[in-house]
C-alpha cells in the first residue's frame, strides 16, 4: 500500500450535479496532484497542490476546482457534471521537484465516477 | 510538447517466461525522470520502476528492469519470469523535472495490457 487514500471508492451522480472527491496524501508528501482516467487511458492531468495552492493545471475546465489542506490533504471538486465526466479519478503525493531519490509518485485506488 | 507512445495495446506471455513492453518518448528537455506504473484492475496505479535521464546504468527492481536508451528515446520494460499476477495494464510515464517549470506533472502513455497464460 503507498500510503494514499481516496474517498469514497465509487460515486454514482446525475447530470448537472456536483461532486467532491478526498485524497489524504502520503505522509511527509507536501505535492499533490490529480488525474483523469477515462475507460482504456492513461491518465490525464487535472492539476496540482503543493503548500495549500495550485502551482500547475492541465487542459480542464475551470468547473474543476481543488483544496489543499494544511494536512496536505486535498479535495477534488467538480461542478455542473456532465456524462464524459465519468472517469477513474486518481490522486498522487509525491515530494517537491530534486527531494526525492526517485521522485515517484505514489497513487491512491482512485474514485470511480459514474455520472448518469 | 512531450508525449508517451506505447504502440503494444495487449500482449500476451507464458508464465515463466520474460516479456519486453515497448515505451518511446518526446521531450525536449534535457532533464527527466520515466516511469512504469502497473494498474491492475482494481485500479490503484502502483509505482514499478523509475529512470533518471542522467541515470548512466538502466535502473532495476526486483524482476523489472528497464531497457533504457537516450539516443533512441526508449524506455522499454523487461519483466522476467512472469507470474500470474503479472496481469495488469502497464503504463509508461514520464515525469518534468525541469527546474525552470513551477510545478511537475506525470504524463501517461496509453498503456499495455499484458496477460499471463499458465
Not at chain 1, 28 to 50: C, E, K, R
Not at chain 1, 79 to 105: F, I, K, Q, W
Amino acid at each position: 500500500e503507498t500510503g494514499v487514500t481516496q474517498s469514497p471508492t465509487h460515486l454514482i451522480k446525475t447530470r448537472g450535479q456536483q461532486v467532491t472527491l478526498r485524497c489524504s496524501s502520503q505522509s511527509g508528501h507536501n505535492t499533490v496532484s490529480w488525474y483523469q482516467q477515462a475507460l482504456g487511458q492513461g491518465p490525464q492531468f487535472i492539476f496540482q497542490y503543493y503548500r495549500e495552492e495550485e502551482n500547475g493545471r492541465g487542459n480542464f475546465p475551470p468547473r474543476f476546482s481543488g483544496l489543499q489542506f494544511p494536512n496536505y490533504s486535498s479535495e477534488l471538486n467538480v461542478n455542473a457534471l456532465e456524462l464524459d465526466d465519468s472517469a477513474l479519478y486518481l490522486c498522487a503525493s509525491s515530494l517537491p521537484l530534486g527531494r526525492g531519490a526517485a521522485s515517484e509518485a505514489f497513487f491512491g485506488q482512485g474514485t470511480r465516477l459514474t455520472v448518469v | 510538447a512531450q508525449k508517451i507512445t506505447q504502440t503494444q495495446p495487449g500482449m500476451f506471455v507464458q508464465e515463466k517466461e520474460a516479456v519486453t513492453l515497448d515505451c518511446t518518448y518526446d521531450t525536449s528537455d534535457q532533464s527527466y525522470g520515466l516511469f512504469w506504473y502497473k494498474q491492475p484492475s482494481s485500479g490503484e496505479m502502483i509505482f514499478l520502476i523509475y529512470q533518471g535521464s542522467y541515470d548512466e546504468q538502466n535502473a532495476t527492481e526486483g524482476r523489472y528492469s528497464l531497457n533504457f536508451q537516450k539516443a533512441r528515446k526508449s524506455a522499454n520494460l523487461v519483466i522476467s519470469a512472469s507470474q500470474l499476477g503479472d496481469s495488469a495494464m502497464y503504463f509508461c510515464a514520464m515525469r518534468d523535472q525541469t527546474r525552470e517549470t513551477s510545478y511537475d506533472k506525470v504524463i501517461f502513455g496509453p498503456g499495455t495490457s499484458l496477460s499471463v497464460i499458465p
